[in-house]
């Protein structure tokens, strides 16, 4: 059982930079170690469908949405998840989720991720 908790979260302003951090912790699902999940950061803004928007696995991978403005990545030796976002603007608002799944390869489809934290909210003012 492999648990994931998000930190990091908060209320910034328009343009500011934040980084959210997912520590994993748990049993190994079938003998696996931290670095052989792929882990991704999800998204739900109200109102809205939870998306993808970032994902370490077999490489990096970026919604369009964030791309070039966010940085994905991994301590293996601390089993810990990050999410660099820069110039963070008013739509970037929404609760973060950091998933894990049970393969190397990265994916963008919620549904494919066995393992999610519980979500941590970010704020964008304007």
């Known amino acids: 059982h492999v648990q994931l908790v998000e930190s990091g979260g908060g209320l910034v302003q328009a343009g500011d930079s934040l980084r959210l951090s997912c520590a994993a912790s748990?049993?190994?699902?079938?003998?696996?170690?931290?670095?052989?999940?792929?882990m991704g950061w999800f998204r739900q803004a109200p109102g809205k469908e939870r998306e993808f928007v970032a994902g370490?696995?077999?490489?990096?991978d970026y919604a369009d949405s964030v791309k070039g403005r966010c940085t994905i990545s991994r301590d293996k030796s601390e089993s810990t998840l990050s999410l660099q976002m820069n110039s963070l603007k008013p739509d970037d608002t929404a609760v973060y989720y950091c998933?894990?799944?049970?393969?190397?390869?990265?994916?963008?489809?919620?549904?494919?991720?066995?393992?999610w934290g519980q979500g941590i909210e970010v704020t964008v003012s304007s």
């Open positions: 998933a894990a799944r049970q393969w190397y390869y990265n994916s963008r489809h919620e549904d494919e991720y066995e393992y």
């Open positions: 370490i696995g077999n490489g990096t």
């Open positions: 748990g049993r190994t699902f079938s003998g696996r170690t931290f670095s052989l999940y792929a």
